[in-house]
């Protein structure tokens, strides 16, 4: 059995407000400093997203529009990715779903640490609740700060 090739994005900072492929779909990408990557277009239905944050399937959305967490511990089959750039409300853009990148802390993380999604709308920390633990982490924390609001590197964990 054959398994097809490959497909590369040639940018993953492109958004538009033309849907740029199939939302949902994932592609490659090899990032000059974090490496191998995996994006997924997606459709933003918030009032945008900043670089860094976390974003989770739209309740209810049958066009597999986006939206910021609501809450803290977010599970992890809700979480399409974290945006590596802005992408406007109502536009097409790519979100970071497995492998290094960039997330905007919550508050101060330590490395080797898993990681979550915060009280902080979008923002990713390294505390959960006991109970959410099994089903909210999505990756590690490479880099740590002492500082909220940081953008710190990550290593998401395949969210695909």
Not at 17 to 43: D, L
Not at 68 to 79: Q, R, S, T
Request: aromatic content about 6%; some cysteine.
């Amino acid at each position: 059995m054959s398994i097809g090739p490959i497909v590369y994005l040639s940018n993953p900072s492109d958004t538009s407000t033309s849907q740029m492929a199939p939302v949902g779909t994932v592609r490659a990408f090899i990032h000059p400093t974090y490496g191998y990557q995996q994006y997924r277009a997606v459709k933003c239905a918030e009032a945008g997203v900043s670089a860094g944050i976390a974003v989770v399937w739209k309740s209810g959305s049958t066009t597999g529009e986006v939206e910021l967490p609501a809450a803290a511990n977010a599970e992890v089959n809700k979480i399409a990715g974290i945006a590596q750039q802005a992408i406007a409300s109502g536009s097409y853009g790519w979100v970071l779903c497995s492998g290094d990148g960039q997330a905007m802390a919550g508050e101060a993380v330590t490395i080797d640490n898993l990681m979550f999604t915060t009280g902080t709308v979008g923002h990713v920390d390294d505390a959960a609740t006991a109970s959410a633990i099994e089903n909210a982490a999505f990756g590690t924390f490479i880099t740590g700060t002492a500082s909220p609001d940081a953008l710190v590197h990550v290593r998401v964990s395949g969210l695909l």
